[in-house]
């Protein structure tokens, strides 16, 4: 698989040559980034053709994608919302004497975080990052169990990380399946979703009419689901290098 860029049609197009059979042309957040997945052996030309005829799909979901709300920048200062599996949960920060952290749920709908005296906003932000992504690990370690029983696919290794145009990824070939950690902040039905969307790779990994039979056949709402999960407002940081895999 090889990777280059391109100007067509005054838009920048990312290109990825792999071994698949049809082309497909993808859109993705936050700012409509443009890639291509090309068979090997497909022409510049056919390529430059597919995205003109596209142009105007693809200008429109890059409008849509820039008129998307964004999450509010975080603070971490008490009364502010934080989310977790789409339940919104009100921080209430106090700082103690001591050198360690703790986050802990009050009730169904507060957040209490205890951070040094010193502590900075950036350090608050790493840590309820870490806090999140546990939570997710924890919740998702059954379900992927469960999906990987139901589908008898199971990933050699799984993993959380930060993703900025995807909630989920497979690797096919090396059985490798990762969740984006902001899925912490969706609801439960959402972070399934994604689940059973990557292992269904590990069957077809192209989204042929065989990988739409499996969302069809374990999860018939799956594309209510999956409209609803992309319509939650993107996160606030914009920067991909805080966003290094």
Known sequence: MNTETSQIGGIEVEIVH????????????????????????????????????RMQWIKRKQT??????????????????????????????????KKVHRILRQGSDRL???????????????????????????YSAPRISFWANRLDRHPEKWGIRPMKTKWGSCDPEKRIIWLN?????????????????????????????????????????????RDELNQYPLPAWEDPKALAR
């Open 18 to 53: 792999k071994a698949i059979k049809n082309l497909h042309i993808g859109c993705y957040p936050p700012e409509g980034r443009v890639r291509i997945a090309a068979p090997h052996g497909v022409s510049d030309e056919a390529i430059r053709v597919a995205v003109l005829t």
């Open 64 to 97: 849509q994608f820039r008129k998307q709300e964004r999450q509010a920048e975080r603070r971490f200062v008490s009364g502010e919302t934080h989310h977790l599996f789409g339940r919104a949960l009100r921080l209430d920060v106090q700082r103690w004497d």
């Open 112 to 138: 209490a975080m205890k951070v040094p005296g010193d502590g900075t906003t950036e350090q608050m932000r790493r840590w309820m990052d870490a806090w999140l992504k546990a939570r997710l690990r924890t």
């Open 181 to 225: 950690s902001e899925l912490a902040k969706k609801p439960e039905r959402m972070i399934d979703y994604v689940i059973l969307h990557e292992l269904a790779h590990l069957i077809s990994p192209n989204h042929d009419k065989r990988f739409i039979k499996i969302l069809d056949d374990n999860m018939p709402k799956w594309r209510s689901i």
